[in-house]
T-cell receptor, first 111, second 113 residues
Framework: DAGITQSPRHKVTETGTPVTLRCHQTENHRYMYWYRQDPGHGLRLIHYSYGVKDTDKGEVSDGYSVSRSKTEDFLLTLESATSSQTSVYFC??????????FGSGTRLTVV | GQQVMQIPQYQHVQEGEDFTTYCNSSTTLSNIQWYKQRPGGHPVFLIQLVKSGEVKKQKRLTFQFGEAKKNSSLHITATQTTDVGTYFC?????????????FGKGTHLIIQP
């Protein structure tokens, strides 16, 4: 959707390496989210942000960290990638108390 | 913690048949949202329901929110091939914060022409 972009779209990385995924929005929304999607588990919340430098953990935050130094950018870092973190990662933005707009996703493979 | 469950997991229908997916929460929800994800795509927001017993329609899609605000349904009349995809319901995440969502695992709609 217009207004939110994720990069990279695809990435293959080796076990034990750090990886950073980027989410960029042009909608000036306060709220941003990172989800992972896996077969059989659906979409699970990793971390979210409710403002610059304001972040909190979601359901599956172990092994992930986030940063938000500007309203428009929300970064997700896998500190030391593991095979269990192979997944499709979606960023989402939202005006308060309404539906999310999702990015196109990043397909991450950890080998 | 809060769980949002959807049934069925898969639904095969002939084109032109109706389709319904059901969503149930273990706790009362302040609101419920529905999303559609096409194969290979990203989830797209369809609608939000807020009021007890609320019914909303979008063309062939009818959304309902239960009286107790613990269940919801999405009904599609006369399915078309463009309806193929996975339909998710989502409720407010209860693990912390005001705006995270907990998603059901989705219902995959498969349409046979």
């Amino acid at each position: 959707d217009a207004g939110i972009t994720q990069s990279p779209r695809h990435k293959v990385t080796e076990t034990g390496t750090p990886v950073t995924l980027r989410c960029h929005q042009t909608e000036n929304h306060r709220y941003m989210y990172w989800y992972r999607q896996d077969p059989g588990h659906g979409l699970r919340l990793i971390h979210y942000s409710y403002g610059v430098k304001d972040t909190d953990k979601g359901e599956v935050s172990d092994g992930y960290s986030v940063s938000r130094s500007k309203t428009e950018d929300f970064l997700l870092t896998l500190e030391s990638a593991t095979s269990s973190q192979t997944s499709v990662y979606f960023c989402a933005i939202s005006p308060r108390f309404y539906g999310y707009t999702f990015g196109s996703g990043t397909r991450l493979t950890v080998v | 913690g809060q769980q949002v469950m959807q049934i069925p997991q898969y639904q095969h229908v002939q084109e032109g048949e109706d389709f319904t997916t059901y969503c149930n929460s273990s706790t009362t929800l302040s609101n419920i949202q529905w999303y559609k994800q096409r194969p290979g795509g990203h989830p797209v927001f369809l609608i939000q329901l807020v009021k007890s017993g609320e019914v909303k329609k979008q063309k062939r899609l009818t959304f309902q929110f239960g009286e107790a605000k613990k269940n919801s349904s999405l009904h599609i009349t006369a399915t078309q091939t463009t309806d193929v995809g996975t339909y998710f319901c989502a409720g407010p995440y209860s693990g912390g914060g005001a705006d995270g969502l907990t998603f059901g695992k989705g219902t995959h709609l498969i349409i046979q022409p």
